[in-house]
T-cell receptor
Framework: NAGVTQTPKFQVLKTGQSMTLQCAQD?????MSWYRQDPGMGLRLIHY???????DQGEVPNGYNVSRSTTEDFPLRLLSAAPSQTSVYFC??????????????FGEGSRLTVL | SQQGEEDPQALSIQEGENATMNCSYK?????LQWYRQNSGRGLVHLIL?????REKHSGRLRVTLDTSKKSSSLLITASRAADTASYFC??????????????FGSGTRLLVRP
């Protein structure tokens, strides 16, 4: 069972470039989310989704877009990368949709550097 | 923000001692969760406690929840060097259309010295 798979694991971008971080889960989870973690800090929620076709903003959504066309995939798009978006990005999923959050399963992270 | 705040930010103990971490939050919750993160890795779920529960155990872990004080504590008994990690509490918050999202605190870095 693969769980939550994030790609790429490492990425270096120049300011102004765009890119998509991929996240896929094979557990048929309704809930998926993206967090960023800056050095020595906790996780901040960027966007989340409680099912296909449904997304909502988290604590720090500016500069990021998401879509949820399938249950399995939840890509995170950086529209115009800025140095402030240098961070480690985590995708996480859980079984419940709207009723409660449940136990989150995390990917191994995508380390992004914006020069 | 409904973010939980952990205390202390860092904790250093000797192997075999107990480690206690605290989490405070701001608004009503349905459940509170604790996660562990080893350096450079993703988070791993440890335990979930619901708002109508006061205490929960899992192996060497003991979690308490006091909804009147909006606080929770995580106790790791008989610590081992392998327990060295960062520990985070997370609380649910209501988003759009009454859906729930999970908000994390800033974490406690635990160092267990052999």
């Amino acid at each position: 069972n693969a769980g939550v798979t994030q790609t790429p694991k490492f990425q270096v971008l120049k300011t102004g470039q765009s890119m998509t971080l991929q996240c896929a889960q094979d557990m048929n989870h309704e809930y998926m989310s993206w967090y960023r973690q800056d050095p020595g800090m906790g996780l901040r929620l960027i966007h989340y989704s409680v099912g296909a076709g449904i997304t909502d903003q988290g604590e720090v959504p500016n500069g990021y877009n998401v879509s949820r066309s399938t249950t399995e995939d939840f890509p995170l798009r950086l529209l115009s990368a800025a140095p402030s978006q240098t961070s480690v990005y985590f995708c996480a999923s859980s079984l419940p949709g709207t009723s409660n959050t449940g136990e989150l399963f995390f990917g191994e992270g995508s380390r992004l550097t914006v020069l | 923000s409904q973010q939980g705040e952990e205390d202390p930010q860092a904790l250093s103990i000797q192997e075999g001692e107990n480690a206690t971490m605290n989490c405070s939050y701001k608004t009503s919750i349905n459940n509170l969760q604790w996660y562990r993160q080893n350096s450079g890795r993703g988070l791993v779920h440890l335990i979930l406690i619901r708002s109508n529960e006061r205490e929960k155990h899992s192996g060497r872990l003991r979690v308490t929840l006091d909804t009147s004080k909006k606080s929770s504590s995580l106790l790791i008994t008989a610590s081992r060097a392998a327990d060295t990690a960062s520990y985070f509490c997370a609380t649910d918050a209501i988003g759009k259309d009454s859906s729930y999202k999970l908000i994390f605190g800033s974490g406690t870095r635990l160092l267990v010295r052999p």
